[in-house]
């Protein structure tokens, strides 16, 4: 029975340290893109909101004739003009030179 408990919180732990490298990892992308990355046009194609209250947002860009679709969640500054992401609309999309398929949202 012990063991087994000790295996539970072990695993809470690890999880805590994924969730951690995961958040880090999304960090430096984002922040290697708004560095170093190249701006083209994109397109919403949906969006949602998840019952956390977060929006979800759909695009479409292109690059060197290859179509790419992505998804984001927008942050607390882009979710007070939310109506810049409705369906249809023209977005900028910033993309990585060397990994054209890792984007954000401009």
Do not use: C
Request: aromatic share 10%; hydrophobic share 35%.
């Amino acid at each position: 029975m012990e063991n087994r408990r000790w295996t539970w919180i072990d695993m809470g732990i690890f999880d805590l340290f994924r969730k951690k490298d995961e958040a880090a990892l999304e960090a430096q992308m984002r922040d290697r893109l708004l560095h170093k990355g190249r701006i083209t046009d994109g397109v919403v194609i949906d969006n949602e909101i998840t019952d956390e209250g977060y929006v979800i947002v759909y695009y479409t860009y292109s690059v060197q004739g290859a179509d790419f679709e992505s998804s984001e969640i927008l942050s607390a500054e882009q979710s007070r003009t939310s109506i810049k992401y409705a369906p249809g609309a023209s977005v900028g999309v910033r993309y990585d030179p060397n990994h054209h398929g890792r984007s954000i949202l401009v």
